[in-house]
């Protein structure tokens, strides 16, 4: 399969459940990888697959996977059945237990992502109440960014944009570069890009 070549980064892709203690840049290709899939495909600072997404469902479907290059299942993003404004989308944490001499996948509950009132959508973790803020988004214009707490007052842990070549040239706006924030869970970050594709039909 051809690599797609992101814009040159400092370092490599972390391990999915990592944070990273410097800056990360992805590429997002909002293509899946399964043959008339609906998902997207991400790919790390050295080309190849890192992530993988696919809904298994027509586009714009209730929900979504996030895998890692293997296929195994990393988090899964669920829309509730609300209407406009009170919306939700709500995801969980795959893993594996090891019970009675084999693995067996659990589910946790990690957070929720409502629409804003004013625009982008406000995230609620499960637990420990910590909230984040997405900015920007819309379906017109797919560059958006993440806040930790309030967006007016946070700080800003990634941001999603049109990707552009060394020569400066825009690509399309399916070809995205997401650049997370270093000490930020990847996982996390790529959870709410998800949410941010499935809120615009784009997944």
């Known amino acids: ?48 697959v890192a992530f993988r997404v696919d809904n298994y469902c027509c586009r714009g479907g209730r929900e979504a996977f996030l895998m890692d290059r293997d296929g195994r299942t990393l988090v899964g993003i669920r829309r509730r059945s609300c209407f406009g404004m009170f919306r939700r989308w709500e995801a969980c944490r795959y893993s594996e237990s090891e019970s009675d001499g084999g693995g067996e996948e659990t589910m946790t509950p990690w957070f929720a992502v409502r629409k804003a009132p004013g625009g982008g959508a406000a995230v609620t973790m499960h637990g420990s109440g910590r909230t984040y803020a997405i900015v920007g988004g819309c379906s017109r214009k797919p560059d958006y960014r993440i806040f930790s707490g309030a967006a007016d007052g946070g700080v800003a842990v990634a941001a999603v944009a049109r990707k552009q070549t060394p020569a400066g040239v825009v690509l399309g706006d399916d070809v995205l570069t997401l650049t997370v924030a270093p000490g930020t869970d990847h996982l996390l970050v790529l959870g709410l890009v998800v949410v941010c594709g499935l809120m615009n039909r784009c997944l």
């Open 1 to 48: 399969m051809a690599k797609i070549q992101p814009l040159p980064a400092a370092s490599s892709p972390a391990p999915p459940s990592s944070t990273d203690e410097g800056q990360q840049v992805y590429t997002v290709w909002m293509k899946s990888l399964v043959f008339n899939g609906n998902g997207c495909t991400v790919y790390g600072a050295d080309g190849g």
